[in-house]
């Protein structure tokens, strides 16, 4: 850290940082300018010591200079990470693809998606079961009978699952049945929910909250990391911003930025970011291209009768058109479409 | 609703979805203009609908007509709520101040901090012990232990007590110990933690997240409401912006345009938003100039030892001056402050 | 427009908003619904008719129906538009490249960079003579002198040049050095600028402001239009968002919307929004991917020598690079790079 | 500044970015940490030293410690700058108030509003006769006839007057009417027009861009500042943000870190933030509360016939009834009302 100190600081001002940086157990390294003192302090391993330095008198500000996440850190690994899930990777040359509906609605339904989207070409199955609405008066989810649905769909597909997870408590319980925990950006901050999938001991598909910055994102996924699970894959699915003519402006720059950080693997969603069907192709096909290692895209095959986000959702048609866009990006990039794991239906 | 049809949309197109309006038990009403046709649906209670008419072929966007929160609205309830809690009251005509630390520590600094703010002019005690911190590595707050020596100086001070709340499954114990619960910023859309407090039976200081609207905020209030609890209290407590000069942005804004949607009370938190003491007065007093019915501020007297947030807390003095001109622009404003509350020490 | 009325309000205000909508020489449409009375204007053509009717008592606001532009929209011209510049076109199906430094410095640097990025695939030149700088302590360009160097250096490589103009009093000048106008995003609304560029009979390449919505961006490019100028090309180059490790974020998103909306040309311009140069490569590819019609990048092949905006400049191997992704890209997506022109060094 | 070299730097890019530092005619200081070496550069003056280091291999970001701007800061200048403008006072105790139409109409209604924001405690007079407006469609004001009006109503009522200028070119025409130029939002970074504003020898009242920190707004007070004007009054007037029931985010923590960093007078616009004239009230007196020294506020005796921005126009008995309110706070807060200055009607 880089403590600033006021133009017009006293000596005493000065010698009281210096002690307490000591106290810190850190080194400290005196520069006076003309106008301003700055004194370093070398060691620092916590982020509570910047704003107990940013409390003393005298003091300006504090510049950290370490960034404050660590296993997410590309410094502490420098290699691509590789996520596996039941047979679908993250991270690696290929690009993989999530597709599903918003929310599962019913047997039938889920069925007829999945094997839409399977033929499509998505490697795993996605369905919302435990929903976060803004509105109470909103359809919430079907809860784990939607869990068991999503489960058979995935199962007679052979397509691994992802759903949804609210809160530390339902952890346990959808663990039952996905090959994969999504956390929302709702719940990108929601830290006891972070802890206990951090102990889970199942890969999650960590999003982006809206109003997140990727420092403070990386620190969601050190969050999961630092408890032992090291099977996390990112994902930008938009920002608030001005801008009305999108649900959420999606920052394809954080794509480049988290890959220039962290060695974690790197999804985006067009959907949410969109909030319109026509949109979804060009984000999807300028998050690949941006460098993200897959997509989690909605679809539906009856929009109108949709539960949940029905205007967002594509076509199975036009899903098929996608990938096949997709594939074809990837090919110019060097990369490849990844191909339906193996893992047969039981 | 108004459903806006694109240019050139077909007369089945249009057809159709006078009868998807109508299947919604809604009527219909269709106006034909020179280049687009508009059709009303009137009757509109569920917020589900927009999406399923926004969904059709043909349709260029959907207009809301009626807000979608409900028993929040002024249509709904008149007159100001007043919300009462062990004695304060928020919402009528005083200004009432809660104050405290950031965190619980230990023992005995919530007795020297919660004398110092009762001495100031607080009427309610605030304290974390359930923490959010960004990093995993910082203080997470002392749980159940922080609770009970937040209550220990809330009774020997004769002061009612908040603290934040994280998780729909510490709601009950929390419960035991507070006299108002806290849903933090972080939480405003943690929609389980919000339906249990609908159900708790104690009021909820409700803070805005800080990427929120306005009307997604009041839809966060009605999950609490719908679920027959009435004792919400509102608070402004800064938004994401551009500008990094602060911590967050003080929408002050909010404070009237709460005032004209919603009965319910509505406070301002200038800590969070500030996030250097030396702003946090200017905040209060704009946020009650602005009309806000209170100010939950943090306070402390070693800002350089607290284990959470120093930079933003209050010293006492400056605490009690800030009260002082509180007071004085109350009265101009033809409002009061609140006195601490009859209720006696234990 | 459709006039909502507030809950309440008397059959004086809505009898009163009908009387003045027809004084505007539209029709009125009344719908009653259970809460609220709705009125249709309907034959609007001037944006001033929403505030005049938002104005009036009773009124709780004004939904516009129309979009407001006009000569900008794909409904005045569903074909896209091709804007071409001695010889370069924009907006057909090859992907145009615009690169160049961002500041003319001197002519020998003019000479080396512009004959670099020419042999890496750029069609036209770029480089600033009038550099509108946050410090007035900074670099502010050589001005006329500026434009002459970036003119023979266009001319003795056969590449068109593009260059900022700042003010209205400057397009005669900068006109007659220039193939195109660039208007920076600080001038977007610059409405006196945009009205001389208007008449200059040349070219425009207009940026977006860093604050601008899709709607006003557009609004900017119809004050051009209006005045009989047709060549106009649009630029996303990155909006203030809450995030600081970009300069701008990229909104990749608008490129859709605007080629939904409207049949002018879009670029994206990667070096402004990222603000470094190792991001460059990403947010250029996402544009392209997303459909933009071409890049403008800046390049330089000392950059800590830059007088302006070092940091964010492709060396010239990097850009040859990119050019060359892009290449492919392109043909992934159907479409091609575009060529220099014919033109003939004078 | 503080050069962050990229874990891993060489010692020859160590060594090459300490030669280029003293080229720049700075001292170096090193410090070598576990992680990082950090490079102190002593001694800089210039803004554009920044990128230099910044374009340099092997470094990682470069921090600034001096503000960039000088003349507008209280380093520079500790005590409270007072401006006057014909007898009014900006920046003193007392608080200055501004009002009148959004735009000059024609003579009687100049006169009529007018005289009605005189008795209403207003002491200078604004209307716009040069409109930027987002559409080209929109009425864009009376020009040098509007001007006109304007100053024959301030002589007669024996108030000085404000109004915009939109370029450079029109500084010497606009200034042989005016008191006091304005510069609005969408032009702070129209460099050209500070520069002539600069040189002009007339008070300006600069207004914040809506997507402006509060750093690039004192660079831009910097720009006129520098060129010699020393009459400078600040003005927040609303930022861009995701709230959409506003028309901007008044920003009123800007008030106190503006007061903070600089000596410059800061008024707020409580009209353009509101867009509604209900909530004008407020924000009027939370940018008072917050330290403002006055407001430039919209008034209008017929909203609905109004020619520009009519819904956000207060009617001149709110407008009185407001002013008498922040006689009330601002007494409250150990400060008074300005008085209309001595001037007499010619």
Request: charged share 25%.
């Amino acid at each position: 850290m880089i403590v600033v100190m006021k133009q017009g600081a006293t000596d005493a001002q000065i010698d009281h940082v210096i002690e307490r940086i000591e106290q810190l157990g850190l080194r400290s390294h005196v520069s006076r300018g003309q106008f301003r003192t700055i004194i370093g302090a070398i060691g620092d391993k916590q982020p509570a010591h910047q704003q107990i330095l940013e409390a003393l008198a005298g003091v300006e500000r504090v510049v950290p200079i370490m960034k404050p996440f660590k296993l997410a850190s590309r410094e502490f690994h420098a290699e691509n990470s590789v996520v596996e899930v039941a047979g679908v990777r993250f991270g690696g040359p290929e690009i993989s693809i999530i597709a599903g509906p918003c929310a599962v609605e019913n047997a039938e339904m889920m069925e007829r998606i999945g094997r839409a989207v399977a033929a499509g070409g998505a490697v795993m199955l996605r369905g919302g079961a435990f929903k976060p609405r803004t509105s109470p008066y909103d359809f919430q989810g079907l809860g784990e009978d939607g869990l068991k649905l999503l489960r058979a769909a995935g199962d007679r597909l052979g397509l691994p699952v992802v759903s949804e997870v609210l809160a530390a408590a339902d952890v346990e319980l959808v663990g039952r049945y996905v090959d994969m925990f999504q956390v929302g950006a709702r719940n990108m901050q929601n830290f006891q929910l972070l802890k206990e999938i951090g102990q889970a001991g199942k890969p999650v598909l960590l999003k982006r909250g809206f109003a997140a910055t990727i420092r403070e994102y990386l620190m969601s996924a050190e969050y999961v990391l630092s408890r032992g699970n090291h099977n996390v894959v990112l994902c930008e699915r938009g920002i608030k911003s001005f801008e009305t003519e999108v649900r959420f402006t999606l920052d394809v720059s954080a794509v480049p930025v988290i890959k220039e950080y962290s060695h974690l693997p790197v999804l985006v969603d067009p959907s949410h970011a969109a909030g319109r069907r026509q949109l979804v192709p060009a984000l999807a096909l300028a998050g690949i291209a941006a460098g993200a290692d897959g997509i989690i895209v909605e679809v539906h095959d009856r929009p109108e009768e949709a539960l949940c986000d029905g205007p967002q959702a594509l076509l199975p048609e036009d899903f098929r058109q996608l990938v096949d866009r997709i594939g074809r990006l990837a090919a110019a990039l060097g990369r490849g479409l990844s191909r339906p794991s193996s893992q047969q239906p039981e």
